[in-house]
C-alpha cells in the first residue's frame, strides 16, 4: 500500500512539476463557472488549469518522462547531511521563480490574488516547482559526489589521445586547444570591441568629459591612452587589435592555470571536462575577452583570484612559501581594487579569509603575517587610486547606489499614484527627484534616469527627510507597488526562463551605429572602412551569443539566473557537507551575487565574476577534501 501511495504521489508530482514551468500567471477574468455543484466546478478548474498551460505537448511529454525518473530517484531519497535546510531554500527557490514568472507576464504581484483560480495555479506553480527543485538540488548533490572520470572515455581514440596529452601537458594543451577555439571570434571581432563605458572613460582622459571617480581612474588612463594613441597614430584598427590579443593571451593562460589548479586538486575529470568546453564555446568569456571594458578585465582578475584561492586551500604552506604566489596574488589583488571600485570587498575579504585560515589552525604567526601582507596590497591600491585622483584632478562623485531601489520604489509610487501623494511628501520627493518629470522618467528596469535627475546633488540631509518621511510611510501605503519595483528591477536575477544577456559588436548600420544592442556614434574610432566586410559576420556571432543560453547543458552556465540559484545551492550543500574551503574560492561570486539585488540595473556584464567562476567553485567543491595528498583523477 505505502509502494502504491508513493507511486501515485510521483505520478502526480511529476504532472506537477512538468507542467509549472509553462504555467501561465496572467489573469483570466469574468469567466462564469458553467456548472453549480462542486464536480463540476471541480472538473472547470482542472480543464481551465490545463488552458494555462502553455507549453506544447511534445516538450511536456519529454518533461514529465523526465520529471518521472527524478521523483522517482530523488523525492523519497534524502541525501545525507541534508535537513530541514534544503525545504526551506527549494521554497526560497520556487517562490521566486513565481515572482520572475508575475513579473515577466504580467508586471505586478497583484494578479496572484486577483481571483480564486489565480490562487489556485499560485499554488500549484509554487508546489511544482517545489518538487522539481527539490529534486534537482538532491541530484546536484548526487552528481558532484559521482566519481566520473575521463578514463571512460579511452575507448574513443582521438578522445585517449585528448585525455593523454592532457595528463602529459597539463598547462600547455588547453592553452593550445583554446587558442585554436577563440582564434575564429578574434578574426571576426576583429579589432576588438569599445563599450560605452570604455569610450566615456576616454572622453574623460581626454578632458571631452569632467573628471569623476565613479569610472574607476585607472581605467581612465589605461584606456585613454590606448584611444589617444590609436588616434595620434592613425592605426587604429591595429592598436585596439594588438591590445586585445595581449589581454586574450593573459586570459587563455589564466584560464588553462586554473585547469592546471585543478588537476593539482584531483578534481573529477567530468567537473575538468565541462570547464574546458565552458572556456572553449562560452561567450561568457571569448565573448567578453575580445571586449575593451573594464568589466571584461574585472573578470579575468576575478578568475584568477579565485583560482589561486583553490591552490591556497589545497596546500596552505607550499603557497604561501612561495614568493611567486604571493607576488602574483599580490599583483592580481592590485589590479582588480583598481579596475573596479567593487574589487576591494573582494581582495579584504579573500585575504581575510586567508589570515582566518591559519588563525584557526592556531597559527597566530602566519595568520598575522597574512593580515599585514593583506594590510600592504589595500595600502598600494589605496595609494596608487589616491595619487591619480589627485594627479589627474578628478572628482569625487558618490554614485549613490544603495539608493537605486528605493528611488524606484517612489519613482513607482509617483508614476501611479502621483496625485493621492500628501502635499509635504510631494515636496520632499521633489527635494530629490523632479516630481513632475518622474512618471515619464521611470525606468521599471533601469533607476539611472532617476538617479541622474535635474536633482541629482541632493543633499545628505534630504536623502534622510527622505527616508525616514517620504519612504517609509509609503512602504506602509503601497507595498505591492515596492515589490514590483524590486522585482521589475531584480527578477532576472533569479528567473530561470529569461537571461538579460548584454554582449557588445560593431554593426553594419547605414548610420555607422557603434554598439549593439545600443546607439552610439562614434564609429570614427575606429578605421571603419576596413571592417565593413566583417560587419555582417560580427553581427551573426553576436547572435549567436544572445542565444547561447538556450542550448541544453551548457547553455544555463552562460544565464545569470541559473548560475545565481546554482551558486546559492552550492553554497547551502558547502555548508552542510563540510565542504566549507569551497566558500573561499566563491568569494568573488558570493560578493558579486550579493551586491546584485542593489545594483542601479541588472546587465550581465556587472554578474561577470559569479558567472565565469562557476567552473572553479564546482571543483572546489568535488576535490576530495583538498588535501595535499589527493592524487589527480583523470
Not at 383 to 398: C, F, H
Not at 454 to 461: C, I, K, L, P
Request: with cysteine; aromatic share 12%.
Amino acid at each position: 500500500m505505502k509502494r502504491m501511495i508513493q507511486k501515485l504521489t510521483i505520478l502526480f508530482g511529476a504532472l506537477l512539476a512538468a507542467s509549472a514551468p509553462g504555467l501561465s500567471t496572467e489573469v483570466q477574468r469574468k469567466i462564469k463557472p458553467d456548472a453549480f455543484d462542486f464536480g463540476g466546478y471541480l472538473h472547470q478548474l482542472i480543464g481551465r488549469t490545463f488552458e494555462a498551460v502553455q507549453t506544447d505537448a511534445v516538450t511536456l511529454t519529454v518533461m514529465f518522462v523526465g520529471c518521472v525518473w527524478l521523483l522517482n530517484r530523488y523525492l523519497f531519497h534524502k541525501p545525507r547531511h541534508t535537513g530541514i535546510g534544503e525545504y526551506l531554500l527549494c521554497a526560497f527557490f520556487s517562490g521566486m521563480q513565481l515572482l520572475c514568472a508575475v513579473t515577466r507576464q504580467a508586471g505586478t504581484v497583484a494578479v496572484l490574488w486577483e481571483n480564486a483560480f489565480q490562487l489556485v495555479k499560485a499554488a500549484l506553480y509554487l508546489l511544482g516547482m517545489y518538487l522539481l527543485l527539490l529534486c534537482l538540488l538532491r541530484g546536484l548533490d548526487d552528481a558532484l559526489e559521482s566519481g566520473f572520470t575521463l578514463r571512460r572515455l579511452e575507448g574513443y581514440s582521438c578522445a585517449g589521445w585528448c585525455r593523454r596529452m592532457w595528463e602529459k601537458r597539463p598547462f600547455l594543451f588547453p592553452f593550445l586547444l583554446l587558442c585554436a577555439a577563440w582564434l575564429p571570434h578574434l578574426i571576426i571581432r576583429y579589432p576588438g570591441q569599445l563599450t560605452v563605458d570604455t569610450v566615456l572613460q576616454a572622453h574623460q582622459y581626454l578632458l571631452w568629459r569632467p573628471r569623476t571617480t565613479p569610472h574607476p581612474p585607472f581605467g581612465t588612463v589605461i584606456y585613454g591612452k590606448l584611444i589617444d594613441f590609436a588616434m595620434t597614430t592613425g592605426y587604429k584598427n591595429l592598436t585596439y587589435f594588438a591590445f586585445t590579443l595581449v589581454k586574450t593571451a593573459g586570459f587563455i593562460a589564466i584560464l588553462s592555470y586554473s585547469l592546471l589548479v585543478m588537476k593539482k586538486c584531483a578534481v573529477p575529470g567530468w567537473i575538468r571536462l565541462l570547464a574546458l568546453t565552458l572556456y572553449a564555446v562560452s561567450p561568457i568569456y571569448v565573448g567578453w575577452t575580445t571586449t575593451l571594458s573594464k568589466d571584461s578585465s574585472y573578470l579575468i582578475l576575478c578568475i584568477l583570484a579565485a583560482a589561486m584561492a583553490l591552490e591556497f586551500v589545497w596546500n596552505m604552506d607550499a603557497f604561501i612559501r612561495s614568493w611567486k604566489h604571493m607576488t602574483v596574488l599580490a599583483a592580481d589583488l592590485i589590479l582588480m581594487m583598481l579596475v573596479r571600485h567593487n574589487g576591494v570587498f573582494v581582495a579584504a575579504l579573500l585575504l581575510a579569509a586567508m589570515s582566518l585560515c591559519f588563525l584557526v589552525r592556531r597559527r597566530g604567526r602566519q595568520g598575522v603575517l597574512t593580515l599585514l601582507y593583506a594590510a600592504v596590497v589595500i595600502g598600494i591600491s589605496v595609494g596608487a587610486e589616491e595619487y591619480l585622483i589627485r594627479t589627474m584632478d578628478i572628482a569625487r562623485v558618490s554614485q549613490d547606489d544603495w539608493l537605486s531601489l528605493p528611488f524606484q520604489q517612489t519613482a513607482r509610487v509617483v508614476k501611479l499614484h502621483g496625485d493621492e501623494l500628501p502635499q509635504e511628501e510631494v515636496a520632499l520627493i521633489d527635494r530629490i527627484m523632479d516630481f513632475d518629470q518622474a512618471p515619464e522618467l521611470y525606468n521599471p528596469g533601469s533607476s539611472d534616469n532617476i538617479r541622474w535627475s535635474e536633482n541629482a546633488g541632493r543633499s545628505s540631509e534630504d536623502l534622510m527627510a527622505y527616508m525616514e518621511r517620504v519612504w517609509a510611510k509609503e512602504l506602509v501605503r503601497y507595498p505591492v507597488e515596492y515589490v514590483d519595483a524590486v522585482l521589475a528591477m531584480n527578477a532576472v536575477l533569479f528567473d530561470l526562463q529569461s537571461n538579460e544577456a548584454i554582449y557588445v559588436s560593431l554593426t553594419d548600420n547605414s548610420n555607422d551605429s557603434y554598439v549593439y544592442p545600443y546607439s552610439f556614434n562614434d564609429l570614427w574610432y575606429y578605421n571603419s572602412e576596413e571592417l565593413r566586410a566583417l560587419n555582417s559576420l560580427q553581427r551573426a556571432l553576436t547572435e549567436g551569443y544572445f542565444r547561447f543560453s538556450d542550448l541544453p547543458l551548457i547553455g544555463p552556465f552562460a544565464s545569470m539566473g541559473f548560475c545565481m540559484l546554482l551558486m546559492l545551492a552550492v553554497t547551502y550543500l558547502s555548508v552542510v557537507n563540510h565542504r566549507r574551503k569551497t566558500l573561499m574560492v566563491m568569494i568573488p561570486a558570493l560578493i558579486t551575487g550579493i551586491a546584485g539585488p542593489f545594483l542601479p540595473v541588472v546587465y550581465l556584464r556587472y554578474l561577470l565574476p559569479m558567472v565565469g567562476t562557476v567552473p572553479l567553485w564546482l571543483a572546489a567543491y568535488t576535490s576530495p577534501r583538498l588535501d595535499k595528498d589527493a592524487r589527480p583523477s583523470l
